[in-house]
């Protein structure tokens, strides 16, 4: 498979608050959704290159929740939410604060689809409750993040670790 | 105080799938955030007249959830969601799916302010990822729901139950 089929599109929806993330990855459906619950995979993969991920809640199940914290040279930086459900190989809905922020909340799905021969089609939607907030969260470099962690993540997959 | 001031208005934006009910209430602010978060008493309020309330769970703290049957002489109806953040006497985040629509996902930001003289305002803004499903929420007969559930807070309130 080609990189350039790996490439993480991010869409900011011209009419409601919401930004799509895509993304498709050489591996099982099965395995890239265990590479999101299961809290010593996620660390590995998880938010930019050259950060640490201290977890100190990971609760992937329907009702429970999470809370961790990213470190580099220039600080620390945590986060905290719940999963509304987790949907095994299909669906993980989950809220998202920045701590340094808390009363910015997104609510964001995310689906698992199966695309045969051992890929895998993420899409991670997420929506704030108005479109000055959506542009906030997309001017925050978050697009760094999620590109750079997509990446460390498909050398997990590659490594067979997830 | 007068029944008019406590008018519940339920507004749609015409920009964004956000749903925001306001409502006042005769009571102090502790005493109606109370009635959020103690699951004897929101068992007695929330909801429409004529239904029983049984709680499975109601762990109203951050990172908590909830799961709740409502039942009348037509049926259950089941909803669960999670406890993002729950901000003593200023701030409940949770989400919210009925169980017979398991994808329909809603973020619900409840705030509580301080009137004076012993009496809150209470502002509940619901956001969902499109438009369609806001409209959906709209028409499901849940301003009913929410019109008696508030009237029902407010007898509780009254009767210093809360």
């Known amino acids: 498979m080609s990189t350039a089929t790996r490439e993480t599109t991010i869409t900011a929806d ?5 930004i799509l993330i895509a993304r498709e990855f050489d591996a099982p459906v099965a395995n890239v959704f265990r590479a999101h619950v299961e809290a010593d ?21 329907t009702g429970g929740g999470y809370r961790y914290t990213h470190r580099d040279e220039n600080g620390e930086y945590r986060f905290y939410g719940s999963f509304h459900e987790v949907r095994p190989d299909e669906r993980i ?6 701590e ?29 409750d108005s479109m000055e907030a959506r ?20 050398e997990l997959l590659e490594n067979g670790a997830a």
Not at 93 to 98: A, I, L, R
Not at 137 to 148: A, C, H, I
Request: zero cysteines; a negative charge.
């Open 93 to 98: 809905v989950q809220t998202f604060t920045f």
């Open 41 to 61: 995979l996620v660390r590995r993969w998880l938010g930019p290159r050259g950060l640490t991920m201290e977890i100190d809640r990971w609760d992937a199940q």
């Open 100 to 128: 340094g922020f808390p009363d910015g909340v997104s609510l964001e799905t995310v689906t698992f689809t199966d695309l045969g021969d051992g890929r895998t089609r993420l899409e991670a939607l997420s929506v704030v």
């Open 14 to 18: 011209p009419a409601v608050p919401t």
């Open 135 to 154: 542009d906030a969260m997309l001017s925050s470099g978050m697009d760094v993040g999620v590109k750079e962690g997509y990446e460390q993540l498909d």
